[in-house]
């Protein structure tokens, strides 16, 4: 039996373990905090990150226990100024599936045999697996062994506080300032997802509430109704970084995922749903190939370009919507599109 080490049990370790396990393989899983977390905010889960989590196991059953919600489709979002003018007004799309951060780990982790307490300064320390799995994150160590220094997470120049309020909201969306945005999102049927961005070179010490209210205290009506909820012990808050483009997600026998792959800034809502993708798509690729060779080249194949775009389409979407000179023509351009979409309707095809 093949054996795989993976360091990190982040959803990115977490979804490799599983997909490796379904390929007959024996895992071991070294995290070096000492249990799960308990707490983290609500995560929206792409089409291609529920096939995947299909794949791995994690079935529609699962997905009714607490901490997961599905939203039908129908609940409109808008683009708003500070001062509450709208500018657009998507309607809305497909379901909304979500999943808190520590619901989803519960899950993938039933049945990973995790080492807690375990950290793993060095991977060579576990070279005698035939897989090592470096899965340890924004500032992951195992990128550096492999890479070089040259490739360490790089700050993008921003901040970002987020966090979940009791109760739904009556409008969701997102607002756009120069250097600053806040959005605010379902969290289920009766919370409500909230994150906030301002462009900063540091991080801010606590207490953090009155940071944001500084920040969008005077912004439009549905900002103060969400910061008025908030509660300063279920704020996090941290700096916003991006991996490098990587020449490869694998080496030698060692491959990368999730965030040691590609951190991304947050403005797509992606990182967590392309861990999950990274880990069934790296245990398929493993265990279907005929040399752990192939496999780990057919993964780096199927994920490093489109993972790359997104960091990029990431961080271009954050510049975008804080964009400072500029902000003006972009608006315009924005309210112009969103009338154009209201006064644009598709025929009726017997019309057409």
């Known amino acids: 039996m093949r054996s795989a080490v993976i360091i990190g049990a982040g959803i990115g370790g977490l979804s490799t373990a599983r997909a490796l396990k379904r390929h007959g393989w024996s895992v071991t899983v070294f995290e070096q905090s000492g249990a799960l977390p308990e707490t983290g ?26 901490g997961w919600a599905h ?27 979500l ?14 045999d995790i080492s ?12 005698d697996a035939d897989l090592v799995v470096g899965a340890d994150g924004t500032f992951s160590r195992t990128r550096q062994r492999i890479f070089g220094a040259g490739f360490s997470a790089r700050p993008l120049g921003s901040v970002a506080w987020r966090g979940t309020v009791q109760g739904a909201v009556a409008e969701y969306g997102e607002t756009w300032a120069p250097g600053a945005l806040f959005g605010i999102t379902p969290a289920g ?12 070179d540091r991080t801010f010490a606590g207490p953090h509430l009155p940071h944001l209210q500084g920040y969008f205290g005077s912004w439009h009506r549905s900002v103060r109704e969400v910061l008025d909820r908030i509660d300063e012990d279920a704020i996090l808050h941290h700096g916003l970084f991006e991996t490098p483009k990587l020449p490869s997600f694998v080496k030698g026998g060692t491959a990368l995922v999730g965030d040691a792959a590609h951190a991304m800034a947050p ?39 489109r993972t790359q775009r997104l960091v990029l389409s990431s961080r271009l979407m954050g510049r ?19 009338s154009m979409a209201r006064v644009i309707k598709p025929k009726p095809r017997s019309q057409r």
């Not at 905010?41 to 607490?66: C, F, I, N, Y």
């Not at 807690?116 to 070279?127: A, G, H, L, R």
């Not at 049927?189 to 900063?200: E, L």
């Open 41 to 66: 905010t609500m995560l929206g889960m792409w089409p291609a990150a529920l096939q995947a989590l299909g794949d791995l196991g994690v079935v529609e059953a699962s997905r009714r226990t607490d």
């Open 71 to 97: 939203i039908a489709a129908g609940a409109s979002t808008r683009l708003w100024t500070p001062a509450g003018r709208t500018l657009l007004t998507a309607p809305g799309g497909a379901d909304l599936h």
């Open 99 to 112: 999943v808190a951060r520590p619901a989803l780990l519960s899950a993938l982790a039933q049945g990973v």
């Open 116 to 127: 807690f307490n375990t950290q793993v300064v060095d991977p060579e320390q576990v070279s």
């Open 189 to 200: 049927p009766h919370a409500t997802n909230w994150y906030a961005s301002v462009r900063s």
């Open 267 to 305: 403005f797509l809502g992606r990182g967590a749903c392309e861990a999950i993708v990274d880990g069934a798509t790296l245990g398929r690729c493993v265990g279907q190939a005929s040399s752990l060779e192939a496999g780990l080249a057919a993964y780096d194949k199927a994920r490093r370009k």
């Open 320 to 338: 975008f919507a804080m964009l400072g000179t500029g902000a003006a023509p972009r608006n315009a351009a924005m309210a112009a599109a969103g």
